[in-house]
């Protein structure tokens, strides 16, 4: 038993590395552009040692982005559902992302490139995998607008479409850090897209 529990504890720390290494690699060469050699070699692994975890590259970039995905979905779940109010649930929503994307600056990169949505054999798991998530995501976010406008925090506006301008906001914030020099944390921006989504950008008309 012990013996069988030290092997998975090694196998998964195995897939582990490769995967982390194969996603600094993939972000800085590109998915074409990488070899399977150059993963094993930097994750220290001889180059059959991938095929025992991964049919070859494009499984392994498939693999890659699915379990990332559903690692920050699955963070960004369980702080809303820790917040104790709707205001916070919000505000929570967004700096988990956020934070998420300033510690993962690699993978998030890997989208700007976009090369994913060319691959052949993987093009329909990753495709559906990432329809999927994205689908139970607005769902997670559209239940907390519901609750918020039973609350009268926000207007009485389709729930769903809020929960995509929310969404929509977010995504922004992020691809415009991605593209610029982010020499401010992405996080210093939470407050600003609180503000627009909460509150528009229609100025304040003084009163007369």
Request: glycine share 6%; with cysteine.
């Amino acid at each position: 038993m012990e013996k069988s529990l030290r092997k998975e504890k090694e196998f998964k720390a195995r897939r582990s590395e490769i995967l982390k290494e194969a996603e600094k690699i993939f972000a800085s060469k590109g998915f074409y552009l990488t070899t399977m050699s150059e993963i094993a070699n930097a994750s220290g692994f001889a180059i059959g040692t991938l095929y025992q975890f991964f049919t070859g590259k494009e499984d392994l970039y498939t693999r890659m982005i699915c379990e990332k995905l559903e690692k920050m979905y699955s963070e960004i779940r369980e702080t809303v559902n820790n917040s104790p109010t709707t205001a916070e649930k919000i505000e929570n929503l967004v700096s988990t992302h956020f934070y998420f994307v300033e510690n993962n600056v690699d993978f998030c990169n890997l989208f700007i490139r976009g090369e994913g949505a060319t691959l052949s054999k993987g093009k329909t798991i990753l495709r559906d995998k990432m329809i999927a998530d994205y689908l139970n995501h607005i769902a997670f976010i559209e239940n907390i607008m519901r609750i918020g406008i039973e609350e009268r925090l926000i207007k009485a506006v389709e729930p769903r479409v809020m929960a995509c301008v929310l969404f929509g906001i977010v995504r922004v914030f992020i691809y415009d850090w991605m593209l610029t020099n982010q020499e401010a944390p992405l996080s210093s921006r939470v407050g600003c897209a609180l503000d627009i989504f909460m509150n528009g950008v229609r100025a304040e008309v003084p009163q007369c």
